[in-house]
C-alpha cells in the first residue's frame, strides 16, 4: 500500500484529503506545516508527498527544496490557491513533480497521484519477482520454467499492473484509463482479450494468477 505524506495547515482541507486517499487504499499520513512534515518522513518513509505552499513556519517551497536535498526521486505535488504563472515556475525551480490550484477537483488529484507513483515506480523498480517468476519492466519479458518470453506491451503493462497490487480488484475501466488513455476509442471488452492471452501466457506458471471479479473486473493472486 502507497504511503502518501499529506502536508496542509487547514484542518478541514488535510481531512478531506486523507478521507479521499483512504477510500481509494492508499495509506495517508497527515501533518500541518513544513516543520512537521519533516519530521514524520524521518520516521516514516513515504511514496509520494502533497503539499500546500502558504504554510506557517517551513513554507510548501521551502520543504519541497529539502525533501529534494534527501529524496531526489520522491515525487511531490504541490496544491495552492496560488495561480500565476511565476508562483507555478518558483515551485518547479524548488524540484517539485507536479502542481494543481485550489479549488481542488479530488478526482483529476488522485488521476494524478496515480500519475506521479507509476512514472517513480518505474524508474526506481524495473523488475517485479514474485516467486520463482520475473517481470523484467525494460524488456516486457516474462520469465519462469528457466525460459523467458517477450510479450506485447499492453499485456505486459496489464499484468505488470496487477502483480504489483496483488488481491487488488482493478476494474476494465480502471485499467483502460491508465494504460490507453481517457480519449480512447477502444472498447472495455479489450481488456478481456488481452486477459485471455495472458492466462494463456501463464496456464503453466506456478506462480500467478488472473482472478475474475464478478461485476467489477481483474485482480492478480500469488498462487
Same mark, same amino acid.
Given at each position: ?6 502536508? *496542509? ?8 484529503? +486523507? ?11 497527515? =501533518?500541518?506545516?513544513? =516543520? $512537521?512534515?519533516? %519530521?514524520?518522513?524521518?520516521?516514516? #518513509? ?9 504554510? #506557517? ?6 520543504? @519541497? ?20 504563472? %511565476? ?15 485550489? #479549488?481542488?477537483?479530488?478526482? $483529476?488529484?488522485l488521476l494524478r497521484i496515480q500519475a506521479l507513483l507509476r512514472r517513480a515506480k518505474s524508474v526506481s523498480e524495473r523488475k517485479l519477482k514474485i516467486g520463482d517468476t520475473v517481470m523484467d519492466f525494460d524488456s516486457y519479458t516474462l520469465s519462469f520454467d528457466g525460459k523467458s518470453t517477450e510479450i506485447p506491451q499492453k499485456e505486459f503493462l496489464i499484468l505488470y499492473k496487477l502483480m504489483?497490487? #496483488?488481491?487488488? @480488484?482493478? @476494474? ?15 472498447? $472495455?471488452?479489450? +481488456? ?7 492466462? *494463456? ?10 482472478? @475474475? ?11
Amino acid at each position: 500500500m502507497f504511503k502518501i505524506l499529506v502536508v *496542509e495547515d487547514d484542518v478541514k482541507m488535510n481531512k478531506i484529503y +486523507v478521507s479521499a486517499l483512504e477510500q481509494n487504499s492508499y495509506l495517508p499520513i497527515a =501533518a500541518f506545516d513544513g =516543520a $512537521e512534515a519533516l %519530521e514524520k518522513i524521518a520516521e516514516e #518513509p513515504v511514496d509520494l508527498v502533497i503539499s500546500d505552499i502558504m504554510m #506557517p513556519g517551513v513554507d510548501g517551497y521551502s520543504l @519541497t527544496r529539502q525533501l529534494r536535498e534527501q529524496y531526489p526521486e520522491l515525487p511531490i505535488l504541490m496544491i495552492s490557491a496560488k495561480e500565476s504563472y %511565476e508562483d507555478k515556475r518558483y515551485g518547479f525551480l524548488a524540484g517539485i513533480d507536479d502542481y494543481m490550484v485550489k #479549488p481542488v477537483d479530488i478526482g $483529476e488529484m488522485l488521476l494524478r497521484i496515480q500519475a506521479l507513483l507509476r512514472r517513480a515506480k518505474s524508474v526506481s523498480e524495473r523488475k517485479l519477482k514474485i516467486g520463482d517468476t520475473v517481470m523484467d519492466f525494460d524488456s516486457y519479458t516474462l520469465s519462469f520454467d528457466g525460459k523467458s518470453t517477450e510479450i506485447p506491451q499492453k499485456e505486459f503493462l496489464i499484468l505488470y499492473k496487477l502483480m504489483s497490487s #496483488p488481491g487488488r @480488484t482493478f @476494474t476494465r475501466r480502471q485499467i483502460m484509463d491508465e494504460l490507453w488513455g481517457y480519449d480512447t476509442e477502444s472498447e $472495455e471488452r479489450t +481488456v478481456d482479450v488481452h486477459i485471455n492471452r495472458l492466462r *494463456e501466457r501463464l496456464k503453466n506458471c506456478k506462480d500467478l494468477e488472473i482472478v @475474475t471479479v464478478r461485476g467489477l473486473g481483474y485482480r492478480g493472486m500469488k498462487k
